[in-house]
């Protein structure tokens, strides 16, 4: 079982940045597809953005196109997420999840083919 811990959170005004990691431990995460998600207060967990095994493939949510990169360095056992250009919605808890099945990229937006989520870090951005 791999253990997911997510760090990087914290405030930013709109127009900032920040960069969350996710750094895997007890198992390695390369061949798998890892996703972020976020959830706010009331609302469900949505997803933010995956990335396949070797990188080659990076959906993303519509809201967060074109101001977040996903990336990961398998070497460190770590996935990123750098968030340019924040916005007051986009203050929510975001987690870190492993895909459920080796090399495996059906459906990744939905957090029930994930199945090691890390503890979440907030992000609070203020306008």
């Known amino acids: 079982q791999v253990q997911l811990v997510e760090s990087g959170g914290g405030l930013a005004q709109a127009g900032g940045s920040l960069r969350l990691s996710c750094a895997g431990s007890g198992r390695t995460i390369s061949k798998y597809v890892m996703g972020w998600f976020r959830q706010a207060p009331g609302k469900e967990r949505e997803f933010v953005a995956a990335i396949t095994w070797n990188g080659g493939t990076t959906p993303y949510a519509d809201s967060v196109k074109g101001r977040f990169t996903i990336s990961r360095d398998n070497a460190k056992n770590t996935v990123y997420l750098q968030m340019n250009s924040l916005k007051p919605e986009d203050t929510a808890l975001y987690y870190c999840?492993?895909?459920?099945?080796?090399?495996?990229?059906?459906?990744?937006?939905?957090?029930?083919?994930?199945?090691?989520w890390g503890q979440g870090t907030q992000v609070t951005v203020s306008s």
């Open positions: 999840a492993k895909y459920r099945v080796i090399y495996g990229f059906d459906n990744p937006h939905h957090p029930d083919n994930y199945d090691s």
